[in-house]
Nanobody, 124 residues
Framework: QVQLVESGGGLVQAGDSLRLSCAAS????????MGWFRQAPGNEREFVAA????????YYTDSVKGRFTISRDNAKNTVTLQMNSLKPEDTAVYYC?????????????????WGQGTQVTVSS
């Protein structure tokens, strides 16, 4: 099992920045990739960003490219999502996820472990 704990959400104004962190523990040697997804009320969970476990390869959904950056800290077993130039449409619960099987970074059901989620609210 892999345990994931997110932190860093909050209420900010449009144009502000937030940094989300996800701490992984347990059988992290089995993890091939990590991702961030988000879900707004009434919407399906959508892919935001992902990274291979090594951090060498990164993926982003088009709407966050140039604003969000995903990164890995191998020593601390953490994945962070730096979110800049936030917009009201970024408002959602953000979830960290880990994939222990074949890594399909944008596919939610391909991830094996999920955190509890952290709320991000961007006011206009």
């Amino acid at each position: 099992q892999v345990q994931l704990v997110e932190s860093g959400g909050g209420l900010v104004q449009a144009g502000d920045s937030l940094r989300l962190s996800c701490a992984a523990s347990g059988r992290t040697f089995s993890v091939y990739g990590m991702g961030w997804f988000r879900q707004a009320p009434g919407n399906e969970r959508e892919f935001v960003a992902a990274t291979s476990w090594s951090g060498a390869v990164r993926y982003y959904t088009d709407s966050v490219k140039g604003r969000f950056t995903i990164s890995r800290d191998n020593a601390k077993n953490t994945v962070t999502l730096q979110m800049n130039s936030l917009k009201p449409e970024d408002t959602a619960v953000y979830y960290c996820a880990a994939a222990a099987g074949i890594f399909r970074p944008t596919v939610a059901h391909a991830y094996d472990y999920w955190g509890q989620g952290t709320q991000v609210t961007v006011s206009s």
